[in-house]
């Protein structure tokens, strides 16, 4: 059974192989597509199973291997599972490098979808330092982007930080 359906079934251990026999025969092809990929895979496993040192130790190969391939997707992927990796760990400034840069990315790339996720991801980190304005800022940014793409989702996401938002100001209880 195939990595992703072993993870689906919470077969953490079976996916963990899985992947890992995935990044090592796509590491010795030069698939650095399916490198990334699968780092990125073995990164959640390690965060779902609180290893935040693995996870980051998979994560930062991820990015390594979509860099080295120049695939600006799968980078900026990677970055945005830095950034959240790093803020759940409240390593902040760390995170805010990380987002700042898939953010960068996402602009070269011309794509608003995955931008908007990442800002969403912005204001979240911005709200635990309590910065609000700037939480506010990323949460229009991210909401203004849904509704040129019609992403009724992600603009139910951003009003749901508009609310951590709005009970950290003190607006709501």
């Not at 990595?3 to 698939?31: H, M």
């Not at 990164?43 to 190969?61: E, F, K, N």
């Not at 391939?69 to 902040?92: C, H, S």
């Not at 506010?136 to 951003?158: I, V």
Request: charged letters at 20%.
């Amino acid at each position: 059974m195939p990595a992703s359906i072993q993870w689906n079934q919470s077969n953490l251990d079976r996916a963990q192989r899985l992947f890992l026999q995935a990044r090592e025969s796509a590491i010795n092809s030069g698939e650095a597509r399916l490198a990334a990929m699968t780092a990125t895979n073995l990164g959640m496993i390690a965060t779902v199973r609180g290893d935040h040192d693995q996870a980051l130790s998979y994560h930062r190969s991820s990015l390594a291997d979509a860099r080295s391939a120049g695939l600006g997707d799968e980078a900026r992927m990677a970055l945005n599972n830095l950034g959240l990796l790093q803020t759940q760990v409240k390593r902040f400034e760390l995170a805010s490098e990380a987002f700042r840069e898939a953010l960068e990315i996402g602009t070269r790339l011309g794509d608003l979808s995955k931008g908007m996720l990442t800002q969403l991801n912005v204001a979240r980190l911005n709200s635990q330092q309590n910065d609000l304005p700037a939480a506010r800022a990323a949460c229009d940014e991210a909401s203004m982007m849904a509704r040129q793409l019609g992403d009724t989702h992600t603009d139910g996401e951003a009003a749901h930080i508009y609310g951590i938002i709005a009970r950290a100001a003190g607006d709501i209880l």
